[in-house]
């Protein structure tokens, strides 16, 4: 019987790693185990002493309070999951990793020029959902105890934020979500297929060799290099000798 570490352990790896850092950063943050301050974006904090560039990546890890907290990252969990299991456009790792880095800077540029806003994982919410919808034309999904079109739910999350406390700026906020993944659908998939013209974003060559690169785990007897995932095993003999043919037995 699989424990909860191997079912853990079994689930996507990105959508795993992005899901736990949301849940165990807004456990902490909202338990004053630590400090909110770094999961803030202002364009003045990168230029403070320590630069803040780790408010890149922060200020999408803090989800509402309360229940917000295993809702939101229930929503993380599954979308990316849809995404880097079923979606046809994410064919490898580093095509969803520039994916979230392409859409998120989009969502801060958008939100620092229009709503002033610091925290934006509604924001990316609202981006994955509709992405991983777009595959969904023609089925229906449940919100709650409604059954809509799939490519209807990222406009009934932005309604439903109407229904909270300073819901028109969160609908702001997911709004420019929504922007962001309808710009990289139309840089990767519209304009290639209806324009005729090539991906005009595609997956850097440096995320590629990053996530190809051999790591080196440590072991009790020494170190292991562990080779990229699809390389094929090599062994002593020349590639002449291991081919297939009729045997001959000797004698």
Same mark, same amino acid.
């Given at each position: 019987?699989?424990s909860?570490?191997?079912a853990?352990?079994?689930?996507p790896?990105?959508?795993?790693t992005?899901?736990t850092?949301?849940f165990?950063?807004?456990?902490g943050?909202?338990?004053?185990?630590?400090?909110g301050?770094?999961?803030?974006?202002?364009?003045?904090?990168?230029?403070?002493?320590?630069?803040?560039?780790?408010?890149?990546?922060?200020?999408?890890?803090l989800?509402g309070?309360?229940?917000?907290?295993?809702?939101?990252?229930?929503?993380?969990f599954?979308?990316?999951?849809?995404?880097?299991?079923?979606?046809?456009?994410?064919t490898?790792k580093?095509?969803?990793?520039?994916?979230?880095?392409?859409?998120?800077?989009?969502?801060?540029?958008?939100?620092q020029i229009?709503?002033?806003?610091?925290?934006y994982?509604?924001?990316?919410?609202?981006?994955?959902?509709?992405t991983?919808?777009?595959?969904? @034309?023609?089925?229906?999904?449940?919100?709650?105890?409604?059954?809509i =079109?799939?490519?209807?739910?990222?406009?009934?999350?932005?309604?439903?934020?109407?229904?909270?406390p300073?819901?028109w700026?969160q609908?702001?906020?997911?709004l420019?979500?929504?922007?962001?993944?309808?710009?990289?659908?139309?840089?990767? @998939?519209?304009?290639p297929?209806?324009?005729?013209?090539?991906?005009l974003?595609?997956t850097?060559?440096?995320i590629?060799?990053?996530?190809?690169?051999?790591?080196?785990?440590?072991?009790v007897?020494?170190?292991?290099?562990?080779?990229?995932?699809?390389? =094929? @095993?090599?062994?002593?003999?020349?590639?002449?000798?291991?081919?297939?043919?009729?045997? @001959?037995r000797?004698?």
């Amino acid at each position: 019987m699989p424990s909860i570490a191997d079912a853990y352990w079994a689930t996507p790896p990105v959508a795993r790693t992005v899901a736990t850092a949301v849940f165990a950063s807004s456990v902490g943050v909202y338990t004053s185990m630590l400090s909110g301050k770094p999961f803030y974006f202002h364009w003045r904090l990168l230029w403070a002493f320590p630069p803040g560039i780790h408010r890149f990546v922060t200020s999408f890890l803090l989800t509402g309070p309360g229940l917000s907290v295993l809702f939101d990252t229930y929503f993380v969990f599954t979308y990316l999951s849809q995404l880097e299991k079923n979606n046809s456009k994410f064919t490898r790792k580093e095509d969803l990793i520039w994916y979230l880095m392409f859409v998120g800077t989009i969502i801060i540029t958008l939100n620092q020029i229009f709503t002033g806003a610091g925290h934006y994982l509604q924001a990316l919410l609202i981006a994955m959902c509709y992405t991983a919808t777009q595959d969904q @034309r023609g089925q229906n999904a449940h919100f709650y105890i409604l059954t809509i =079109p799939a490519q209807l739910m990222p406009y009934c999350l932005l309604l439903v934020q109407l229904l909270f406390p300073g819901g028109w700026q969160q609908v702001q906020i997911g709004l420019t979500g929504l922007v962001a993944a309808h710009l990289h659908d139309f840089l990767t @998939r519209l304009y290639p297929e209806f324009g005729n013209g090539p991906n005009l974003i595609p997956t850097p060559w440096f995320i590629s060799w990053l996530m190809t690169t051999p790591r080196m785990n440590k072991t009790v007897y020494g170190s292991a290099i562990v080779p990229p995932r699809g390389t =094929p @095993r090599s062994g002593p003999l020349p590639d002449s000798w291991k081919t297939t043919g009729p045997g @001959r037995r000797l004698g």
